[in-house]
C-alpha cells in the first residue's frame, strides 16, 4: 500500500503574523516558513505505518512555488520514500488542492491518505474531506489513533463530546489531529540522506487539472485589539472588581 | 428571496449548541425562510428542541436509521439531496461542522466559507485566518451556493420558546457502508458545556498534574462554570482533549473566562478573544496572557485558587 501525504508550506507556528498596512494580506517576506504541523503528524503517522510493515512507500506531495521542495526535502529527511511538488504559483482554494491531490491519487495508486486536520495559515480545514468527497471514499478528520487491519482503519477522533472510534474501509483519508503522534527530529544524516532522494516537478496542466477559484479575498484586516486591562494584587479586589463588572453576583 | 439550510449538530441524542448560533448568523443573511435539517435516527427528541429556536420557519427531520450516529460520510450524500433549492447551507463550525460540511461541499463541488465570523453583505463574509491575527473579508459569486461552518462563538444563540413546524422528509440519497461507528467515549457531562457555558474556568500546565486539577473543577462548580484547558495541560493528560480551548481545540465566547496558570499562546488566545471578560493568574508577571486580560492578578494559583473558591462560597 502507498501512502500520500500533503506537506503544505506554511508560516512558521512561532511566528506572530502581521497585516500590511494596506489591507493586501499578511507580511510574508523573510519571514521563517516550515511544514504545516498537522501536516508533519500526518507524514509521522505515515511512516509509522510503513515501519510496521502496513505500507510500502510513503510520498509526500506539496503544491506551492518553486520554494516548496525546502519544505518536501524536510519530509525526506523525517523519511517519506519521494516526494512530488506540483508547481504552481497562485494562491489555491482547498477544492483545487483537494482536486489535484486526487489527481496524484489516481496516478499513484494511492491506498490512504494522511494529511494535516487544518493549516495554520488559513485555517480552512477542508482539505481532506473534500478529497474523501471528490475520490468517494471514507474520512477519518481529526484523528487521534490509527490502527490498521486487513483492509480496515480503525480510529479515534477527537470530537466535541468526546473520543469517538471508527471504522472505514480502505482506500481512505485521514486528517491528523494534534495528539495522533509525536512527529520524530530530524537528524543530520538523514538530510544528507535526503538530498539522494527523487523529488519530482509536476504542475496542474500535466495533472490535467485546471484552477477554479471561487472566493476574492477582499481585504485583510488586524483583528480588533482588547482594551488594556488591569492587574488587582490580591482575590478579594479580584472578587469585588468582578462584581463590579457584573460578571459575578 | 434566498433560503438557508441549517444541519443542525447533535451528537445522536440531543442538539448541540451549534444550531441556534447558525440561526443568528442565518438571520443576517436577509433569507426569507431558515430551514433546520436534523439528520438523526431517533431525529423526534432533537427536533423538538430545534423546533423551539426562534427564527426557524421550519425543521426538517430525516430519520434513516443509517443517521444513529452522526457520520460525514453517511451525512453527506443525504444534506446534498436536501440542499437542492437552498442558496446556503450552513453549520456549526464545531467538530459536528468541520467534519460534515467540506464533504457536503465536495459534492456539490463549490468551495466554502470555514468560521464565518460576519455577514458584511449576501455574498460577502468575513473570517480569521492565521489563528484570528488577520481578518479577511471573501466574496463569494451570487449564482454559487454558498457552503459555510459558522463560527460559533461570533454569534449569540437565538432565543427558544420558538415552534416551529417540525416536516419529517426522506431522502433517495444512496448511502455508503464504507464507514462504520464503533463507539463514543462521552465526556463527564455533570458539568456546564464548555462550548455554550456563561462562565468557563481554564487551567494550564501550571497545574503539574491530572490530581491538582481538581481545584480548577472546585472553583467552577463552586460559580457553576465549564471547566477548559490549554493544549499544554491536554497534551500532558491532566485532562480529557475535549476540554481544550483554542485554534485547534474549542473557540468560546463566555461572559467571564478565567485562565489559570495557562500562560497564553497565540494559538490559545485565538479561541478565547470574544470572551466578555478575560481574568488571568498566573506567577509569570511576563505571561502573553496578561495582554489579553481585562483584569490580572500575579500569583501562586495553588494558593489563589482555593482561596477565591473560599470566597465566593
Known amino acids: 500500500m502507498k501512502i500520500l501525504v500533503g506537506v503544505k508550506r506554511v508560516v512558521d507556528y512561532n511566528v506572530r503574523v502581521r497585516v500590511k498596512p494596506d489591507g493586501s494580506g499578511v507580511a510574508l517576506d523573510g519571514v521563517k516558513m516550515s511544514i504545516n504541523p498537522f501536516d508533519e503528524i500526518a507524514l509521522e503517522e505515515a511512516l509509522r505505518i510503513r515501519e510496521r510493515g502496513q505500507a510500502t512507500e510513503v510520498i509526500a506531495v506539496a503544491i506551492g512555488p518553486e520554494e516548496v521542495q525546502t519544505q518536501l526535502r524536510s519530509a525526506l529527511a523525517m523519511g517519506a520514500d519521494r516526494a512530488i511538488l506540483v508547481k504552481c504559483d497562485a494562491a489555491v482554494e482547498p477544492r483545487d488542492v483537494a482536486r489535484t491531490l486526487l489527481a496524484v491519487i489516481g496516478q499513484e495508486g494511492i491506498g490512504l491518505a494522511i494529511l494535516g486536520k487544518q493549516a495554520i495559515d488559513d485555517d480552512a480545514g477542508q482539505t481532506g474531506q473534500m478529497l474523501a468527497a471528490l475520490w468517494d471514499r471514507p474520512q477519518v478528520s481529526f484523528a487521534s489513533k490509527i490502527d490498521i487491519k486487513d483492509g480496515v482503519a480503525v480510529a479515534m477522533r477527537e470530537v466535541d463530546s468526546g473520543i469517538e472510534t471508527i471504522e472505514v474501509d480502505l482506500p481512505a483519508v485521514i486528517t491528523s489531529d494534534l495528539r495522533l503522534n509525536e512527529p520524530r527530529y530530524i537528524k543530520l544524516p538523514d538530510i544528507m540522506k535526503a538530498k539522494k532522494k527523487p523529488l519530482a516537478i509536476t504542475d496542474m496542466a500535466t495533472l490535467g487539472v485546471s484552477l477554479a477559484p471561487q472566493f476574492k479575498v477582499l481585504k485583510t484586516d488586524a483583528p480588533p485589539q482588547r482594551a488594556r486591562g488591569i492587574m488587582v494584587k490580591d482575590v478579594p479586589e479580584l472578587v469585588a472588581e468582578l462584581k463590579k463588572r457584573g460578571v459575578l453576583s | ?313
Not at chain 2, 417540525?166 to 464507514?179: D, K, N, S
Not at chain 2, 472553583?219 to 485547534?248: K, M
Not at chain 2, 502573553?288 to 482561596?307: C, S
Open chain 2, 1 to 313: 428571496m434566498s433560503r438557508v439550510l441549517i444541519i443542525a449538530d447533535h451528537d445522536g441524542k440531543r442538539l448541540g449548541g451549534g444550531a441556534a448560533r447558525c440561526v443568528t448568523a442565518a438571520g443576517k443573511l436577509g433569507a426569507a425562510e431558515i430551514h433546520l435539517a436534523v439528520l438523526a435516527s431517533p431525529g423526534g427528541p432533537i427536533a423538538a428542541e430545534a423546533a423551539q429556536i426562534t427564527g426557524v420557519s421550519k425543521v426538517l427531520v430525516v430519520e434513516r436509521a443509517e443517521n444513529a450516529h452522526p457520520l460525514a460520510a453517511v451525512l453527506a450524500p443525504q444534506v446534498v439531496k436536501l440542499a437542492a433549492g437552498y442558496e446556503y447551507v450552513l453549520a456549526a463550525s464545531n467538530t459536528f461542522g468541520k467534519d460534515l460540511l467540506p464533504r457536503v461541499a465536495g459534492l456539490l463541488g463549490v468551495g466554502q466559507v470555514s468560521d464565518l465570523m460576519s455577514v458584511e453583505g449576501p455574498h460577502t463574509f468575513k473570517r480569521p485566518i492565521y489563528a484570528g491575527n488577520a481578518i479577511i473579508t471573501v466574496e463569494s459569486p451570487a449564482d454559487v451556493k454558498l457552503v459555510a461552518t459558522v463560527r460559533t462563538a461570533s454569534f449569540a444563540a437565538a432565543a427558544g420558546g420558538g415552534s416551529a413546524p417540525i416536516e419529517v422528509v426522506g431522502t433517495e440519497a444512496a448511502l455508503p457502508a464504507h464507514t462504520r461507528f464503533v463507539s463514543l467515549n462521552a465526556a463527564n457531562n455533570d458539568r456546564p458545556e464548555l462550548q455554550s457555558a456563561p462562565r468557563v474556568i481554564s487551567g494550564g500546565r501550571a497545574l503539574g498534574s491530572a490530581e491538582n486539577f481538581k481545584i480548577i473543577y472546585a472553583l467552577a462548580d463552586r460559580i457553576g462554570a465549564a471547566v477548559g484547558a490549554s493544549r499544554a495541560a491536554v497534551d500532558a493528560g491532566y485532562v480529557p482533549s475535549d476540554l481544550q480551548v483554542g485554534q485547534t481545540g474549542k473557540i468560546i465566547s463566555p461572559a467571564l473566562y478565567v485562565a489559570i496558570g495557562i500562560s497564553g499562546a497565540i494559538q490559545h488566545l485565538t479561541g478565547i478573544k470574544d470572551a466578555r471578560t478575560i481574568v488571568a493568574i498566573n506567577k509569570d508577571a511576563e505571561a502573553p496572557i496578561f495582554e489579553v486580560a481585562d483584569v490580572g492578578l500575579i500569583g501562586d494559583l495553588f494558593k489563589i485558587v482555593p482561596e477565591l473558591t473560599a470566597l465566593l462560597g
